[in-house]
């Protein structure tokens, strides 16, 4: 199973997830969504595609840009559609 948590608090856990490039991918249903608050920070990744972020909100403390996901995928890594990687100081175990 992984977990990712942060300021004491589960974010994510599931037994199905993916790994890629050493980030743990949690499918979207796998994600607490009440400590996710949409970011206007994207990135591109060349075999990935665009990634948009989330800040996560803890406890009253903010962790920015903490998660991210790619709302449209290209081909090779189709199999992360639908799915949130976090970083920034998130325990993420497996």
Not at 45 to 56: E, I, M
Not at 67 to 92: M, Q
Request: glycine letters at 6%.
């Amino acid at each position: 199973m992984a977990k990712a948590i942060w300021n004491g608090e589960v974010i994510a856990q599931s037994d199905s997830f993916e790994v890629v490039e050493g980030n743990v991918y949690f499918p979207t249903d796998a994600v607490n969504k009440k400590y996710l608050r949409p970011s206007d920070h994207t990135s591109h990744c060349p075999w990935k595609g665009d990634a948009s972020y989330y800040t996560l909100a803890v406890n009253g403390e903010e962790n920015v840009n903490a998660a991210w996901y790619y709302p449209e995928t290209l081909e090779k890594a189709a199999h992360i559609k639908d799915h949130i990687a976090f970083w920034n100081g998130v325990e993420v175990s497996q």
